[in-house]
């Protein structure tokens, strides 16, 4: 297959503030294969939105980087002068979370998509406005011909994000990164948008990245799904090997929280225990060890290292779920009705 | 729009009716216009004793051919002083409405002759103090929000809290002092000779007033920036591959002009009459020193002319600055 496209290794982002350093990201190892769809997935604050701006270059200026980011044989993170006019934008592009809030109030629809046109391919304004009516037009906004001289305000929540998605998809790049590109809309809307996205996709031979804090939306979407937790990657597999045989427990908590349809109703969905971890100047532990059912001594020693299967599975937990180890450490648990970091568990909870 | 303009009539004509009113009421209960025309014995209760049997009127004051209760008599009548305040307010009122603003109990001028002459040069003083303001402060602001907490953010901050702090008065007198009597590199006062002469004296005084509100104003842009930066827009346009400098001019700048805009219509009005130290130490003739002569002497017709001129200007300012919003923000056009 040749290199990937886009390589990710060790990334660690911390932001210095007054009450400590906040470890946002530390230590992440992803790689993306040309039109690949990679899903990164995470609770608020496990680092999956920082990684992404980190790939933006659309940190904060106080933010310490360290780590090495190759994309399409850039460093991502010393692009050369000339190159970096026209590489954000054109080569790599992000939509945002709420398109309420991602489109500039005081523009009109169309200049908000022809500004990158002219700016990135010198299109004059009569070509500019033309592609940017096809664009909407390809992205599914009805009577594209009107929109484009609409303010965003005059539009409904999903078509705003379908005008985002125009915007973003403008100069034809060849990664988009899509944070939480759904969260903000109504649920109806919200599959008729991930739909579109990977179509767009699939027809233009376009890798993705999509960060969500909902399984359910990676499945079916996903090449290949990455669990993040604290800062860290803890879980990479294949999306249907994650859904049928994850080995975190945290992946496994997850699963557990949404509903599924091969599941008797009223099956009760089962809360993660505890808090998400604390980020400014975190323990030389497995940050889940707190809220993990199958945590043991030894988690709380040393960080997990990644482990599994380089490039198919990897994991980083020293007792996984669904193996051997892993049942020990449960069982070892559920008789002592109580995990060594003091997390009470009982007997019936997740062992079917 | 139609509407919207009539809207703005009915709030003038309020604005100018409470505001005269109160001018004019306060006028009347703190001074007597007849002592600055006759002297001081109009200010005592003389006549009323005199009237009253209890002392002569004595030839002494002003005219020895004739008692000073009867030229004071007479000087009432002529100025309509005798009349009670509230029917005085309506007859100025009514003249007011033809467009006859009243003379000048010192100078026998026509009102509306005085403000022809002095309100052009305060007028002028105030539209290049705006320009100055907005040149300054609005490529500083964009500056310091665009680098702020560096060093340049750093230095404007100080220099914006020391234009602040320091009053019009000492900073006229220090720059009149440096630019234009130590070295002469601008005139010291006003010169009416041509537009030339007029726009060249007035640089000094309107760079003093004009810095004084770029000061606010870049604060209060920069404020506004740092929060519009913080928005989705911004990163959107930032991963749209836009510099910096087209994101800041062209996407943070115009939702982030709210404040400014507004700060802008009140000092506009503000400016219009009250440059009055300003123009005091530049000598300049203008409308804000008539006004403390006029206020000084009682001299009722100019100070309530001038306040008309004045609120009206107001009003008008900020029925544009209103228009203004509409045009910086589609949505308030919508609603």
Known sequence: MGDPQLTVEDLYVRFPTSRGTVEAVNGVNFTLEKGQMLGIVGESGSGKSVTAKTLMNLLPRTAEVDGNITFEGDDVRAVAKERRKHFWGVKMTMVFQDPMTSLNPVKRCGEQITETLRYHLGDDKATARKKAIDLLEQVGVPEPAKRVDQYPHELSGGLRQRVVIAMALACEPSLLIADEPTTAVDVTVQKRLLDLLDGLRRDRGMSMILITHDLGVARGRCDDVAVMYGGRLVERAPTETLFADSRHPYTEALLRTIPRIDQPSHTRLEPIAGRPPELIDPAEECAFAPRCRYAQPDCLGTIPPVGGVRGQHEFACFHPANTERGRQALDANLAAGQTVTGLQIQANAGVN | ?335
Not at chain 2, 98 to 127: C, H, N, R, W, Y
Not at chain 2, 208 to 234: C, K
Not at chain 2, 272 to 292: N, T
Not at chain 2, 318 to 327: A, E, G, H, S
């Open chain 2, 1 to 335: 729009m139609a509407r919207f303009i009539a809207r703005r009539v009915v709030q003038l004509i309020l604005v100018l009716l409470s505001v005269t009113f109160i001018a004019f009421g306060a006028l009347n209960f703190l001074g007597d216009p007849l002592v600055n025309i006759v002297g001081p014995l109009a200010a005592i209760d003389y006549c009323d004793e005199v009237e009253a049997g209890l002392r002569e009127d004595s030839y002494t004051s002003i005219n020895n051919s004739r008692g000073d209760c009867e030229i004071i008599g007479e000087a009432k009548a002529d100025f309509g002083l005798d009349k009670p305040v509230i029917q005085r307010y309506f007859t100025w009122l009514g003249n007011i409405i033809t467009g006859d603003l009243g003379t000048s109990f010192q100078t026998q001028l026509p009102v509306s002759e005085i403000i022809a002459q002095k309100l052009p040069k305060s007028l002028m003083l105030m539209v290049m103090a705006q320009i100055i303001a907005l040149a300054v402060a609005i490529p500083v602001g964009v500056y310091s929000a665009y680098r702020a907490g560096r060093a340049v953010d750093r230095a404007t901050s100080v220099a914006s809290f020391g234009l602040l702090s320091i009053p019009n008065f000492a900073f006229g007198v220090i720059v009149l002092q440096f630019f234009a009597l130590r070295n002469q590199w601008l005139p010291a006062s006003f010169d009416d000779t041509s537009i030339g002469t007029r726009i060249h004296s007035l640089i000094l005084p309107a760079t003093v007033l004009g810095l004084g509100i770029a000061a606010t104003y870049q604060r209060l842009l920069r404020t506004d920036l740092l929060t519009t930066l913080q928005e989705d827009f911004v990163h959107m346009a930032r991963a749209k591959g836009m510099t910096d400098r087209h994101i800041m001019t062209r996407h943070a700048l115009r939702p982030s002009l709210f404040s400014l805009i507004t700060v802008f219509g009140v000092s506009t009005g503000a400016l219009i009459g009250g440059s009055l130290v300003i123009e005091g130490i530049f000598s300049i003739p203008g409308i804000g020193s008539e006004i403390v002569t006029a206020v000084v002497r009682d001299d009722f017709p100019v100070v309530l002319g001038s306040v008309v001129v004045i609120a009206t200007g107001f009003v008008v300012i900020n029925f544009f600055v209103d228009l203004l919003y509409t045009w910086l923000d589609p949505r308030v056009r919508a609603s």
